[in-house]
């Protein structure tokens, strides 16, 4: 499977295009988009096994991606979409940047499970990465629906206070959610909000990972992203 967006062009601070929206998107007509990018935190990865999950309904732990990387501290990113003159704002992908290579080849990230799914289902509007171990940690919260729920009220309200644009559409939150392991997670909003999101590797022209980036398929297939 091949990404819906553009990759290449996304994940660039100030990369610009016209863009036709059609009805029903919330918005229509041809809209100017530019990108911006933001370092929201470093995901803290002890396993190298890494889940890209709607946090808010509660990580499986099942589910992480069958390709590992080295544990270490690695940057997230997401990049922004601004619409004029709409003036919506919304994050069209979310990357987990691996070296500092730039990508030339995107390889689907499969999830560790039979029939090799590559998308995950949001019903909250967010999704996130979070490393193995930090999303069994979750795991446990979860069986307690008090704690789990002040956790995701925790994460709500911050991002909320990470939000971009007219409309506050565009969020994000770095949550530490153990202080000895100072284990995190790393949430965003999700492009338009619930739907199936998937996620591909990124290589460089020497054939080095890059990256993990979530497509939020924010642009209609006849876009120029």
């Known amino acids: 499977m091949k990404p819906l967006s553009n990759l290449d062009g996304i994940i660039q601070d100030g990369y610009s295009f016209k863009c036709a929206m059609p009805e029903g998107w919330g918005m229509s007509g041809v809209q100017d988009v530019t990108i911006s990018t933001h370092q929201i935190g470093e995901l803290v990865v002890p396993s190298g096994k890494i889940i890209a999950c709607d946090p808010l309904i509660g990580p499986d732990t099942r589910y992480y991606f069958k390709k590992t990387i080295e544990p270490g501290h690695y940057p997230v990113i997401v990049s922004v979409a601004d619409f004029q003159p709409h003036a919506d704002t919304r994050i069209a992908c979310a990357m987990l940047r691996i070296s500092d290579g730039t990508p030339v080849r995107w390889e689907s990230a499969f999830i560790n499970e ?42 709500l309200a911050e991002m909320k206070n990470n939000s971009l644009g007219k409309y506050r559409t565009a969020g994000w939150a770095n949550m530490q959610i153990n202080k000895d392991t100072e284990a995190n997670i790393i949430t965003f909003t999700s492009g338009w909000g619930d739907g199936g999101y998937a996620s591909f590797w990124g290589y460089d022209e020497r054939g080095k990972l890059t990256s993990l980036v979530t497509d939020f398929a924010l642009f209609p297939k006849n876009s120029a992203a």
């Open 114 to 155: 039979k029939d090799d799914r590559i998308t995950y289902g949001v019903d909250a509007g967010t999704g996130c990465f979070v490393d193995l171990d930090a999303a069994q940690i979750l795991e446990d919260l979860f069986s307690d629906e008090d704690e789990f729920e002040g956790l995701c009220d925790l994460i």
